[in-house]
């Protein structure tokens, strides 16, 4: 995490450490996927979504956070706070809010989820560990030198091609 | 000393599909340009394949934008050079005869859908290379709904796009890497340029500048690098609008343009998507971003396959936690197809607290009796296709489907507003063209009422919404109500 990501971050610092427990929660468990140490950069992300989303969202973001961390009361039903839940038990109460009855509730999630995930896939050992670009067997891309109207593009196609 | 800080003769603010297309015509007819663009240019390598960047640079609000509801709605739209036309899939369609019959018979806007849009279509498919969707860049998740439509005798069909030796990226929705979407930043932007045409960056246009009632010129912000600064641009001849459907009429309204109609019949396509899993390879990154559909016209709406970015794919999956994360695991396997819906609804966009806009907008119960018919029939075709498990992603249902029998008896009969996920990237209706001065906040010929040498060229003039996708209509329309523009000025310069 960079000392300029998080001046970037339109959030107070008690947010920030929310940001940081919430976020890497959504892939918490141990089971299929699962993010290295250190090979994400969840307040990054978060700092390049928060740094061009509209100012609603910005107030989304904030109240999600609020409301994950304080979930192990309000829909756990335990007085305990988030940070002092394992692992697990994080991703489980994400989980369950992201089915909640209450569309507000599920949407906010729905919201962290999303940064969550932009985060983990803009590092590229991710995104090679799930099998999304494997090529469909048989098809092979094919280049052709484009008439396109821009020079730049045309240029650009025809180093890629050399 | 001019006053100006750049004068030409017109100035076009706004470079997605109707900026573009009137700086196309205007600029080939031997008139000075400045178009004024909000967003930055952006070179084909200069976008990012990771979404969170490519989104950063290129959507409007992180695609966060939203209708005021207690059921927001997402309205997504590009904010670069090129509009909505730098993030969007490229299909094409010419605007169906039955709308163009209404336009004409009801909104008196026969010299916009006459023959003149025939004679442009021709032009643009030529200059853009329009053509089906190639086999060799399909992809898994086009040739599942192909195999699905087939197995239920379902009307689908390869999507028509502007796309000019397409790799097979999968990211139109992050930018076309290597140019071959020719979407206006790589066509009729740098065409215009070509042809003199400057282009200014970066510049929010505040206000739209009327002296006695004539438009003069535009005044905007910029901010870049170097700082802000306000700039000011003069017009010989006119200032055309097209910041889009959501933002023209907020400008006019700015600069002093009054009309009931100002901002009112909001009208869009959302839409709503099911992913489902399949035992075989997908691969969502390898394909065109959309290259297979099925128009279901007569029932209010359209089916297209529809890739996503493996970050909005993982977000799309079930939960969270172990389950979920198994299913990450094998990004691979999952297709997803949704149905954009030509919904009936009329909403209406103001200037508002929050960024700026207000746009209020609410599906009916007949527009949800659509999304629910429409999602059926994906849940059916992904099972028909061999899928082993859907997420229908409506909030009433199981989020898991492992049948079809178990898709039917599980499906509410009418959908509740919170029940779906929608979102709405078609946008339309706020300066409503009409040859009725009631009716229309601009004319015939897109000339805004009230003002002179002042013209709306982008999807807001749209009487109704279409049924397809916009783009080309849009396209049609400016381009004969910018070729008329230009035939008008040389008479006047003759004269
Ligand atoms: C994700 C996505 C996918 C789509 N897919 C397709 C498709 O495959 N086929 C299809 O036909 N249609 C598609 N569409 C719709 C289509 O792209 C739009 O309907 C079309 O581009 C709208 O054209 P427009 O000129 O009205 O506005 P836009 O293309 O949105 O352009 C408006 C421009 O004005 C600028 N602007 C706004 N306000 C100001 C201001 N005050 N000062 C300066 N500049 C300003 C904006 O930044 C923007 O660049 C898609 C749209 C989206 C968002």
């Given at each position: 995490m960079t000392a300029t990501a998080i001046?970037?971050?339109p959030l107070t610092r008690l947010e920030v450490f929310w940001a940081g427990l919430v976020l890497p929660s959504f892939a918490g468990s141990g089971a299929g996927f699962t993010v290295r140490e250190g090979e994400v950069d969840y307040l990054a992300g978060l700092a390049r979504f928060m740094g061009a989303a509209s100012e609603k969202a910005k107030l989304g973001i904030r109240l999600a956070f609020l409301l994950a961390v304080t979930a192990p009361v309000w829909l756990g039903g335990r007085l305990r706070g988030f940070s002092s839940l394992g692992a697990e038990e994080r991703s489980e109460l994400l989980d369950r809010m992201s089915r909640h009855r209450v569309f507000f509730v599920r949407?906010?999630?729905l919201l962290l989820k999303l940064i969550a995930c932009m985060a983990i896939f803009r590092a590229p050992s991710t995104r090679e560990r799930t099998g999304y670009d494997r090529a469909t067997p048989g098809a092979t891309p094919h280049r052709r030198k484009l008439p396109v109207l821009s020079h730049a593009a045309a240029e650009l196609t025809e180093e890629r091609a050399a | 000393m001019s006053r100006w800080d750049d004068e030409v003769d017109f100035v076009i603010v706004g470079t997605g599909a109707g900026g573009a297309t009137a700086a196309r015509v205007?600029?080939?007819?031997g008139f000075s340009l400045a178009l004024v663009e909000e967003g930055r240019y952006l070179k084909p390598e200069d976008r990012p394949r990771e979404l969170v960047d490519a989104m950063a640079m290129a959507v409007r609000g992180m695609a966060t934008l939203a209708t005021d509801s207690v059921v927001p709605m997402p309205l997504l739209q590009g904010k670069c050079v090129g509009g909505s036309t730098a993030i969007n899939s490229g299909i094409v369609w010419r605007m169906p005869e039955d709308v163009r019959a209404e336009w004409a018979s009801r909104w008196g806007l026969t010299g916009l859908v006459g023959e003149a849009m025939d004679d442009a279509y021709a032009t643009i498919e030529d200059e853009l290379g329009v053509g089906?969707?190639?086999a060799p860049i399909a992809g898994g998740n086009n040739l599942l709904m192909a195999r699905a439509a087939t197995q239920l005798g379902l009307p689908?069909?390869?999507?028509q796009r502007n796309a000019r030796g397409c790799e097979g990226n999968g990211r139109c929705l992050q930018g076309c890497p290597v140019g071959a979407r020719q979407s206006m930043e790589v066509s009729y932007v740098p065409r215009a340029i070509e042809r003199g045409a400057r282009l200014v960056t970066d510049c929010h246009v505040e206000r739209v500048l009327l002296e006695r009632g004539r438009a003069v010129g535009v005044r905007g912000l910029v901010r870049d690098a170097s700082g802000s600064r306000r700039i000011e641009i003069g017009a010989r001849r006119g200032v055309i609008v097209a910041a889009s459907a959501i933002f023209s009429p907020l400008l006019l309204a700015r600069s002093g343009v009054r009309h009931p109609l100002l901002g009112e019949r909001f009208q869009a396509h959302p839409g709503a998507a099911i992913v489902g899993r399949f035992d075989e390879d997908v691969c969502m990154g390898f394909g065109a971003s959309q290259g297979y559909e099925v128009p279901m016209r007569e029932r209010g709406y359209k089916l297209e396959a529809l890739s996503l970015p493996p970050d909005m794919l993982a977000a799309r999956l079930p939960g969270a936690g172990r389950d979920w994360q198994t299913r990450v695991g094998e990004l691979?396997?999952?297709?997803q197809w949704g149905g954009v819906v030509r919904m009936e609804a009329l909403g209406r966009v103001r200037a508002g607290l929050f960024d700026g806009v207000s746009v209020r907008y609410e599906p009916t119960r007949a527009?949800?009796?659509?999304?629910?018919d429409a999602l059926l029939l994906v849940g059916r075709m992904m099972f028909a296709a061999g899928a082993k498990e859907i997420y229908p992603g409506i909030a009433s249902m199981p989020e898991i489907v492992r049948s079809e029998a178990e898709l039917v008896e599980r499906m509410p009969i009418e959908l509740a507003r919170p029940d779906v996920h929608l979102v709405a990237s078609h946008l339309f209706g706020t300066t409503c063209a009409s040859a009725d001065p009631s009716r229309g906040v601009v004319d015939e010929q897109l000339a805004v009422r009230g003002a002179r040498d002042l013209y709306v060229m982008d999807a807001s003039v749209f009487p109704?919404?279409?049924?397809?996708?916009?783009?080309?209509s849009i396209m049609g329309v400016v381009w004969a109500a910018s070729k008329a523009l230009a035939a008008r000025e040389h008479a006047r310069r003759a004269a």
């Open positions: 001046e970037g971050l949407e906010l999630c | 205007l600029s080939e007819a089906p969707t190639e689908g069909k390869v999507i691979g396997r999952y297709a527009d949800l009796a659509k999304v629910r109704t919404n279409l049924g397809v996708n916009p783009q080309h």
